[in-house]
């Protein structure tokens, strides 16, 4: 079992930046692959970036060259670091976890909210 805790979501302007954590209790930390996905009010909920246990990395079009996701395996936390903030990048972020060995998402977080403003 694995329970996930994100922390620095917030509310800032077009053009800023945020760093997103997730905090993960529980074991085999190092050999999950990792995810951020976001909801905005109203549409499906969509990975955002991925590493797996091999650090291959994943991101979605709309942010690749403006987010960057990594993972601290010995303080078992993953982390998004968000730039160049658009007011489509609006959502309640959240951090999910595969089984170990695997790449499905099975446990999430309960979310953080961004809001970026014009």
């Known amino acids: 079992q694995v329970q996930l805790v994100e922390s620095g979501g917030g509310s800032v302007q077009a053009g800023g930046s945020l760093r997103l954590s997730c905090a993960a209790s529980?074991?085999?930390?190092?050999?999950?692959?990792m995810g951020w996905y976001r909801q905005a009010p109203g549409k499906e909920r969509e990975l955002v970036a991925s590493?797996?246990?091999?650090?291959?990395?994943y991101y979605a079009d709309s942010v690749k060259g403006r987010f960057t996701i990594s993972r601290d395996n010995a303080k078992n936390t993953l982390y998004l670091q968000m730039n160049t903030l658009k007011p489509e990048d609006t959502a309640m972020y959240y951090c999910?976890?595969?089984?170990?060995?695997?790449?499905?998402?099975?446990?999430w977080g309960q979310g953080t909210q961004v809001t970026v403003s014009s």
């Open positions: 999910a976890s595969s089984r170990p060995y695997s790449s499905d998402p099975n446990y």
């Open positions: 529980g074991s085999n930390f190092s050999i999950r692959t």
């Open positions: 590493i797996s246990s091999i650090n291959t990395l």
